[in-house]
């Protein structure tokens, strides 16, 4: 049990602040993997079947509709597919996060059970020095973690879902005319 308590007590901090690191570079750069897959989904959604030709005669730029170039739902869900993939890897990085407070009190607690068995005032000090850091630590992780979540990925999904409810909701009214009319 000692050798446990002096490993989170010589480690606890590191420990917190190396897997906050790569806690939040995974958030990052999922982060950005999530953005270019909006970016995908939304010019998908906005893509009207234009093609441009220059009107041999007035030298002007023409618009014409293009049917060869149709975007149909498998094509859109094709990619949603893909933006749901690099939402599960979002899930477990945000359930990483809880993990920072619990290391932090894990650090607290191996700093007062070594400061009940501390003999003199130094090594007391140095016991409670390791709660109050790994606490600090921890919350610290923890809550900048949860801002950038919220702030970055998780505004970027929200975006995403909004824009594929409103897909799902034309689809379904297309449906809905087309069953119509064939009644």
Do not use: W
């Not at 995908?40 to 959604?45: A, G, M, P, T, Y």
């Not at 979002?90 to 996060?97: D, N, R, W, Y």
């Not at 607690?109 to 140095?126: K, R």
């Not at 801002?147 to 505004?155: G, I, M, N, T, Y």
């Amino acid at each position: 049990m000692n050798f446990l308590l002096q490993l989170i007590s010589n480690y606890g901090v590191e420990t917190i602040i190396v897997i906050g690191v790569i806690t939040f570079g995974g958030l990052f750069l999922n982060g950005q993997a999530l953005s270019t897959q909006k970016g995908r989904i939304k010019d998908v959604l906005e893509r009207k079947n234009k093609k441009y030709n220059v009107n041999s005669n007035s030298k002007e730029i023409e618009e014409t509709d293009d049917e060869s170039v149709s975007i149909t739902p498998d094509t859109i869900r094709k990619y949603e597919t893909g933006f749901n993939k690099k939402c599960s890897i979002h899930s477990v990085l945000v359930q990483i996060i809880p993990i920072f407070p619990l290391l932090g009190i894990l650090g607290t607690v191996a700093g007062l059970m070594l400061q009940i068995q501390s003999s003199d005032i130094e090594s007391m000090l140095a016991s409670l020095d390791v709660a109050l850091t790994t606490t600090l630590v921890g919350l610290i992780f923890a809550i900048a973690l949860k801002f950038f979540d919220a702030l970055f990925p998780s505004r970027i999904i929200y975006d995403v879902e909004v824009m594929m409810d409103d897909f799902d909701k034309k689809i379904n009214i297309a449906e809905m005319f087309e069953n119509f009319k064939d009644k």
